[in-house]
């Protein structure tokens, strides 16, 4: 990685990064749960047993989240980042259960010139676990251009 | 409201729920950011003051963890929710900056029979600050039939 941010025309489009992985337990999908989305099937165990999981998830805004520190940490950082606008088409294919180890895959797919200082890039982002994914998502963000300094 | 939960059949479709208001302060701006988004705009006041939003603003994922809050406990705690499926397309219209109080909004805009026993529910969901709205989305999820008991 070079020392300096990536501008928008250094992104590697097509090409699909590897972002690491995370562990979600049990502890931290309740405390996300209790405070962002505390709906039984997320935080608690015993309601939740004869349910249609047979146990807690975790909340897709906390997968969600899951994936985005991973996309920080593994590439956000070393792009010059403007501002998000839009996150679109979050689908979650299947549970991620306490003790889920996610790993997390970043795709950048297009860099439109909408202004002569910023780049709008669209990047399609996956988590899986140890079997095949459990979240896919779109997002779209403002990247400086070269053009800009 | 009633006591038992209500069934796809029973849910407003087209009436706009109020779903209250909640604050975001500094502090919880900060905490959401370094756990989950840690970008500079989102967690550094020094480094992000000179930038494009002239100071920290909160992370897109935050300002959605807070409609799902509202969502729940204004609206979702009431419905027999099977399950989430899918987030969509949203929009982060305006920055939200510490100190900034938001009001949700829910619209059930379609309920359809997918299975005997449920319904893909789509809903749209606003946050509003005093002067207009900073966040859409829209939003499916699984509700249980009557039907199905």
Redesign the interface.
Known sequence: MTARLLFAEELPIGRTLDLGRYAVSEQEILEFSR?????A?HLDPKASAPG??GGIVA???HT???F??LA??GA??HWD????????????LR?VRPGAVLQGFLTVQLVENTRPDRALVTKIGQLADQESVTMTVEVEAYVRRRAAT
Chains 1, 2 share one sequence.
């Open positions: 405070q962002w989305d505390p709906q099937f249609f999981f909340s897709g805004l969600l989240s899951v985005q520190r920080v940490l956000y950082r980042i403007v501002a998000g606008r839009t996150i679109r088409e979050v689908q979650f549970p």
